[in-house]
């Protein structure tokens, strides 16, 4: 589909570690990535509950938007998957059916918020036709926001003169890159799609277009480096950079950190198992094919082996940018420097007005 110049999007994945802007053109033949790039935060200026320092993330926003010199101020951005509430419904098709209505009412028995106080929305993920039956069946996604949450990111964005048009969920947004990254995919198949960020971890096991589980977790890259600053007694600047190996340790000290790392992935190894057990009890007789990762924490070494020996399951990392092609002003070895942050961003970027 060709989607035109001005329904297209700035994607502006606004994490709690790091805010990335994608620039993807649309094209007859392709879809080009312009333009991307990362802005660092300082701690706390964003949690998965919401933006806590919204100066921070505009100067971010803004800075990255000027030295890419991006002229397009329509953007689609993402809240973590952490601050919504989804449920799945079910419902049979009939002309009499009001979908809004019905939506509504269920929606109001799983949200433990005044309606007045949320957004609704939903996507009918799939029509199921049981044998021999006339009846269709809806499989309705039911995606509950709170206002005051959603509205704060737009506010926050039209006073850099952004216009934002779409708020997505960076769980989705992750879907959404992975569909056009990987096409081959049996669809068939059960993927589980595993987003390893600074505070959360995102699971959403797809089959086909459809999101058949997700589950967001609090917690990410950030365990390691507040263990770092509680055992050395040391600032978050300094316990990234001996985390990311930029200062080197040696002996007892080395030993500590390994044994942080280890244990918190072996915590996130847990909670994958966690969900894959959620997954086959939900599906019986239906296995995982494989498992993709992405998110900067899966940046650590090796750690795609080590999750597949503990889960047992094949373990790839998504290359968010394998669908793309890529300008020619962009280094290839920055591009795949970021490529495990980027995922959601390109999520993000591949959304078009139409969409909404
Ligand atoms: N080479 C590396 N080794 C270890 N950790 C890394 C490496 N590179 C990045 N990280 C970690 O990845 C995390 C950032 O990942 P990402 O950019 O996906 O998070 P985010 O999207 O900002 O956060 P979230 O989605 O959780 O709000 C940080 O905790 C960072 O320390
Ligand atoms: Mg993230």
């Known amino acids: 589909m060709v989607i035109p110049k001005k329904n297209q999007l700035i994607g502006i994945d606004i994490g709690s570690h790091s805010i ?13 990535l312009k333009n991307i790039g990362i802005a660092y935060l300082p701690p706390l200026a964003v949690s998965p509950s919401g933006i806590k320092d919204p100066e921070a993330v505009k100067t971010a926003i ?32 009939s002309e009499e059916l009001n979908l809004e209505e019905v939506i509504k009412e269920e929606a109001e028995r799983f949200i433990p918020f005044d309606m007045d106080e949320i957004y609704l929305d939903y996507d009918i993920m799939d029509t199921i ?13 039911v995606v509950a926001s709170k206002k005051d949450l959603v509205d704060s990111y737009v506010k926050i964005l039209k006073e850099i003169d952004l216009v934002p048009s779409i708020v997505d969920v960076d769980i989705f947004a992750m879907q959404n890159a992975f569909e056009l990254s990987n096409p081959d995919v049996d669809m068939e198949k059960i993927y589980l ?32 480096t507040k263990k770092i600053m509680k055992e050395f007694q040391i600032g978050f600047e300094e316990a990234e950079k001996i985390k990311f190996g930029i200062i080197e340790l040696e002996g007892d000290q080395e030993k500590k950190v390994k044994d942080i ?23 019986p007789g239906e296995e995982i094919e494989k498992i993709f ?3 900067g924490s899966t940046n650590i070494l090796n750690i795609e082996k080590f999750f597949e020996k503990e889960l047992e399951i094949p373990v790839e990392r998504l290359d968010p940018f394998s669908g793309l092609a890529i300008d020619k002003n962009i280094d290839p070895s920055y591009l795949d420097s970021i490529k ?14 139409a969409d909404k």
């Open 129 to 141: 036709y049981e044998e021999n039956e006339e009846i269709a069946r809806l499989e309705i996604i």
């Open 340 to 353: 495990a942050q980027s995922t959601v961003a390109i999520g993000l970027g591949l959304r078009n007005i």
């Open 261 to 283: 790392f280890r244990d918190t992935v072996k915590e996130w190894v847990d909670e994958i198992k966690g969900n894959i057990h959620f997954i086959h009890n939900s599906y």
């Open 293 to 295: 990762i992405t998110g």
């Open 62 to 93: 803004s800075n990255l938007f000027q030295n890419l010199k991006i002229k397009n101020k329509k953007v689609a951005t993402g809240l973590s998957a952490s601050s919504i509430i989804t449920k799945k419904i079910s419902l049979v098709e």
């Open 193 to 224: 799609l595993v987003d390893i960020g600074s505070s959360t971890i995102n699971t959403n096991a797809v089959k086909g277009n459809i999101s058949l589980f997700i589950r967001s977790s609090q917690t990410g890259g950030i365990s390691i």
């Open 20 to 32: 990335k802007i994608v620039e993807i053109e649309h094209k007859k033949k392709e879809k080009v």
